[in-house]
């Protein structure tokens, strides 16, 4: 059963369009969402993360919205650009595993930004 | 200046045969881990290390085998191979902030 989930697995946009990439999840007790992104041959790296306390945290073009009651979160890219073009995994954090890190990760989202 | 580096970064063998994954950081961080992306490109978790001492251990068969000599080095040694062990196997750090910090990636083809 999947905990997290992102059923679009992949997303075609405009360079300079804003992205917005979808996340679902089940486990109502999930305290800390983070977001990764991944290049080809790489292993992911961390983009941005949310609290359960809070429901909207913004780095720069990434913003990172989270609404508790429908279980979801987003990530939106503005203005999106041809290098963030990347697999992107939305995860959440597992309460038993605590501050260990047990991350449940989603099966990931292909960005494509064309230029 | 990698931060967590893993190696091989590919790997490819005869079912039956044991094999060993790398894997350093130079983060100073406590926690190391083990994850699998398997053919469906889910991302799952293996074991859990803090400070050398195995903290999470999923349902994985015991033919999977990690070994922690350091904090800084969690090594992952698989006994014989099978066909789905195929997969890429990425390491990874975090402090406390359930961050993780991965590794390339190692991708283990059995034959």
Known sequence: ?115 | DTAVSQTPKYLVTQMGNDKSIKCEQNLGHDTMYWYKQDSKKFLKIMFSYNNKELIINETVPNRFSPKSPDKAHLNLHINSLELGDSAVYFCASSRYTGELFFGEGSRLTVL
């Open chain 1, 1 to 115: 059963d999947q905990q997290v989930k992102q059923n679009s697995p992949s997303l075609s946009v405009q360079e300079g369009r804003i992205s917005i990439l979808n996340c679902d999840y089940t486990n109502s007790m999930f305290d800390y969402f983070l977001w990764y992104k991944k290049y080809p041959a790489e292993g992911p790296t961390f983009l941005i993360s949310i609290s359960s306390i809070k429901d909207k945290n913004e780095d720069g073009r990434f913003t990172v919205f989270l609404n508790k009651s429908a279980k979801h979160l987003s990530l939106h890219i503005v203005p999106s650009q041809p290098g963030d073009s990347a697999v992107y995994f939305c995860a959440a954090s597992d309460p038993y595993g605590g501050s260990q890190g047990n991350l449940i990760f989603g099966k990931g989202t292909k960005l494509s930004v064309k230029p």
